[in-house]
């Protein structure tokens, strides 16, 4: 599990193995938009503000992923402990 801070509210939560970022944020009213949710379209791209994305999507090229700034929620998770989200 990993937390998600939203930038705006300061809001803050965990997100277990096996649901995405995508639907614990949906169940607490902020929709990201998803087309694909496999990583694949970019729909859901979303800006990160701080914390090291574990990139799962096949969208990014490695050097996108590399610079850590953005990843796809649908699919993607965390290798630190938090991401803050410029939600
Ligand atoms: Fe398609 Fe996330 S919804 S990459």
Request: net charge negative.
């Given at each position: 599990a990993?937390?998600v801070?939203?930038?705006?509210t300061?809001?803050?939560?965990q997100?277990?193995?096996?649901?995405?970022?995508?639907a614990i944020l949906?169940?607490?009213?902020?929709?990201?938009?998803?087309?694909c949710?496999?990583g694949?379209c970019?729909?859901?791209?979303?800006r990160?503000?701080?914390?090291?994305?574990?990139h799962?999507?096949?969208?990014?090229?490695?050097?996108?992923?590399?610079?850590?700034?953005?990843?796809?929620?649908c699919?993607?998770?965390?290798?630190?402990?938090?991401l803050?989200?410029?939600?």
């Amino acid at each position: 599990a990993f937390e998600v801070k939203i930038a705006s509210t300061g809001a803050c939560y965990q997100i277990p193995a096996g649901k995405t970022v995508v639907a614990i944020l949906e169940e607490q009213g902020i929709s990201i938009p998803i087309s694909c949710e496999q990583g694949v379209c970019g729909t859901c791209i979303t800006r990160i503000l701080d914390g090291v994305p574990d990139h799962r999507d096949m969208y990014f090229m490695d050097n996108e992923k590399a610079q850590n700034d953005q990843f796809t929620p649908c699919c993607s998770r965390a290798k630190s402990t938090s991401l803050t989200l410029d939600l």
